[in-house]
């Protein structure tokens, strides 16, 4: 049994969190209008700019990303326009559906999950039509896919009039992410995956180009509205009540991540993926995602041991202290997902691969 007081996650979000961060959020209240809250805003504000590498702005959202997601469409793309997603994935495919659901025009470039968007693809769909964004998925956590946004950034930004809009939901302070290097022009995250808070509260780093196309458009909505927000921003502030206890946890985790190097931090996660990698290639394992393209903060095994995931998981929780991913959406139990993100050490990752060793050895 775990010596654990707790069931430690090892899930692709939300992913567990330190103790001390966890603990950082019983400080006592103070008010959203008040000084005390400016500072704190203005220090968590130059902390993320860094982490994002922009000189922009980052919008603080009490929602999870995909509130961001709504955001990005309503304030990025005009009503007679089209919008561009690339879809292969669980993910990408709902940011798409979102899109659909606030009445814009949609087009897809799909590939099979698995596979990853090249820029090549991207600059043919851009031949055929124009488009007011392209929304792309930087890491798929459904399927351990990263797309190479770099790329796909140079070639989107041969389009004046298209802006570049960017989950980074699991990628985000997990892979190598340069906002403003790359051209892109909103770059959405939240706390619970590389970032490793508690689930509720969201970031964007947001271009002038992208805050001076919400201008010119009418019905943007209000909560994610980046107008109203960045008003607020000027300010050191937020429109809305934010979740100030989870910023003040931001705020300490940020010192421990600028402290650690988010070169090294991103050097961090592709060792836990080369380890787990190893693992799963000795096993006889398959790895699902493109190869080339796979992701640094979540492996998704290709179950080609044909092992059973659901007796897997309960095995984890009850004999080794680990709740434990038994694959997303259509690829459930076909795949399984190994997220080394956040603050997962190796000796973490160690323990759970030597767990599911064990699982193995007794249900054989």
Known sequence: MSPFDHKRLFLPGPVEVRREILEAQTAWMIGHRTADFAELFARLQSKLKRAFFTDSR????????????EGAVRCGVREDRRVLHLTGGAFSERWADISRANGLNVDCVQVDWGQAHTADLVANALKEACYD??????????????????????????????????????????????????????ALTSSQKAFALPPGIAFAAVSDRLLERAKTIPNRGYYFDIVTLEKSLLKDNTPSTPPIALMVAADMQMDAILAEGIEARWARHR???????????????????????????????????????NAMGEFMEDEIGFAMDKGYGKIKGATFRLPHMGDVTLEMLREVLDGIDAFMAQAN
């Open 271 to 309: 060792a836990m993926r080369e380890a787990t990698h190893e693992w799963a290639d000795e096993r006889g394992f398959g790895l699902y995602a493109q190869e080339g393209y796979r992701s640094d903060t979540v492996t998704t095994v290709a179950n080609t041991l044909d092992i059973d995931v």
């Open 58 to 69: 980052v919008y603080v959202s009490g929602s999870s990303g995909s509130g961001l997601w």
């Open 133 to 186: 964004a392209v929304c792309a998925v930087h890491n798929e956590t459904s399927t351990g896919v990263t797309n190479p946004i770099r790329e796909i950034g140079a070639v989107v930004n041969k389009h004046d009039d298209t802006l570049f809009f960017v989950d980074t939901v699991s990628g985000f302070l997990g892979t190598e992410l340069r906002v403003d290097d790359w051209g892109i022009d909103i």
